[in-house]
């Protein structure tokens, strides 16, 4: 089992609708969880964190924890072609961070 | 500031040559990670420096692999005798641990080629 699991995708959203990206962990202990926007050919850039159960807001961009069903998802509102892109989950336990495949989203115009 | 800094920026190589990649962390940054990342793939850990201490080796994928960090500053990541499978993005990013809890920033990141 890997560590932190994404779907693949890709993920096509039409502008306007919500995106939901998911992300599911097996380490019970991780500490803290991080979602990392990727564009072709550059570099991640974090756009969320949580470690908190619950929701967390940022603009349009809504982090959700379970930590008990040790998943982590990203709501994308609002949806722009802009925000298309690889959507990385990144799990923070014991000093390191792993990360998941990532999800491709693509937002049609 | 200046952010993390990679070098070279692009390397082609043919197999069974050594490589080594450097990365300049943010200044004041303790912690240093290398990253793998094969094309359409995502990122697969290789090694965390963290300080003074002992660096965890554990995502390293053979003894063709070592990466030295002097102090808190500069890192190089060497792979020995490539072969064509380590064709990848490597990628460093450094982290404070302060502010946002282990934020990363990562580097531009080096494209090796193995021909």
């Known amino acids: 089992q890997k560590e932190v699991e994404q779907n693949s995708g890709p993920l096509s959203v039409p502008e306007g609708a919500i995106a939901s990206l998911n992300c599911t962990y097996s380490?019970?202990?991780?500490?803290?969880f991080f979602w990392y926007r990727q564009y072709s050919g550059k570099s991640p850039e974090l756009i969320m964190f949580?470690?908190?159960?619950g929701d967390k807001e940022d603009g349009r961009f809504t982090a959700q924890l379970n930590k008990a069903s040790q998943y982590v998802s990203l709501l994308i509102r609002d949806s722009q072609p802009s925000d298309s892109a690889t959507y990385l989950c990144?799990?923070?336990?014991?000093?390191?961070?792993?990360f998941g495949a990532g999800t491709r989203l693509t937002v049609k115009p | 500031g200046a952010g993390v800094s990679q070098s070279p920026s692009n390397k082609v190589t043919e197999k069974g040559k050594d490589v080594e990649l450097r990365c300049d962390p943010i200044?004041?940054?303790?912690?240093l990670y290398w990253y793998r990342q094969r094309l359409g793939q995502g990122l697969e850990f290789l090694i965390y420096?963290?300080?003074?201490?002992?660096?965890?080796k554990s995502g390293l994928p053979s003894d063709r692999f070592s990466a030295e960090r002097t102090g808190e500053s500069v890192s190089t990541l060497t792979i020995q005798r490539t072969q064509q499978e380590d064709s990848a993005v490597y990628l460093c990013?450094?982290?404070?641990?302060?502010?946002?809890?282990?934020?990363?920033?990562f580097g531009p990141g080096t494209r090796l080629t193995v021909t």
């Open positions: 380490d019970r202990g991780s500490q803290s």
């Open positions: 990144a799990v923070h336990n014991n000093n390191d961070m792993r």
């Open positions: 949580i470690y908190s159960n």
């Open positions: 990013a450094s982290s404070s641990g302060q502010g946002v809890p282990y934020e990363q920033y």
């Open positions: 420096f963290q300080g003074n201490s002992a660096p965890d």
């Open positions: 200044s004041g940054h303790t912690a």
